[in-house]
T-cell receptor
């Protein structure tokens, strides 16, 4: 899963299998979390978000799980497709009236889908 | 279409030169951000602005400068003081307030030659 550091974690899955990407966040006060997908040479795209008053949220083929006790997020992608190959980032958004709306990003996980 | 436009997509700079990266948004967002991304790493915050004519340093502001004279524009200047400017630069914007996602541009890849 994601962590702060120089190495980009990688995950390879067969097409059609489910993927699970993990992320550990650092600030226990963070109350909003986002998953982004970044394809090579492009900007990150929003996938799904979750607020801290929820522990699960589902989108189209994606589910985000939040475990506040251990400060852990996961992104599950159902029936993974070749177009899902990308780097996936989680971002946390702690409330901070003094600094405004800030986002802190993990290192990212590189997902490769094998046809 | 609403979105964030970064230009140019690729930029080459000679050592010792300043260069300015453009970021324009038509989403009517108050907040704008600049991030730097190095290979195999996450996004690091350079500068951010919550409102026109105001901006704050992020984690790696040294060697960079910004301005926010208009709501829709947040240009980033990479100065000669930035020791290692070769990187992928991403601009983002968000609504004011908390718990709203950031929208990203397509990035500018800066290379020092």
């Amino acid at each position: 899963g994601e962590s702060v550091g120089l190495h980009l974690p990688t995950l390879s899955v067969q097409e059609g299998d489910n993927s699970i990407i993990n992320c550990a966040y650092s600030n226990s006060a963070s109350d909003y979390f986002i998953w982004y997908k970044q394809e090579s040479g492009k900007g990150p795209q929003f996938i799904i978000d979750i607020r801290s008053n929820m522990d699960k949220r589902q989108g189209q083929r994606v589910t985000v799980l939040l475990n506040k006790t251990v400060k852990h997020l996961s992104l599950q992608i159902a029936a993974t497709q070749p177009g899902d190959s990308a780097v996936y980032f989680c971002a946390e958004n702690p409330p901070s009236p003094s600094t405004g709306n800030q986002f802190y990003f993990g290192t990212g996980t590189s997902l490769t889908v094998i046809p | 279409d609403g979105g964030i436009t970064q230009s140019p997509k690729y930029l080459f700079r000679k050592e010792g030169q300043n260069v300015t990266l453009s970021c324009e948004q038509n989403l009517n967002h108050d907040a704008m951000y600049w991030y730097r991304q190095d290979p195999g790493q996450g996004l690091r915050l350079i500068y951010y602005s919550q409102i026109v004519n105001d901006f704050q340093k992020g984690d790696i502001a040294e060697g960079y400068s910004v301005s926010r004279e208009k709501k829709e524009s947040f240009p980033l200047t990479v100065t000669s003081a930035q020791k290692n400017p070769t990187a992928f630069y991403l601009c983002a914007s968000s609504k004011q307030g908390f718990n709203t996602e950031a929208f990203f541009g397509q990035g500018t890849r800066l290379t020092v030659v």
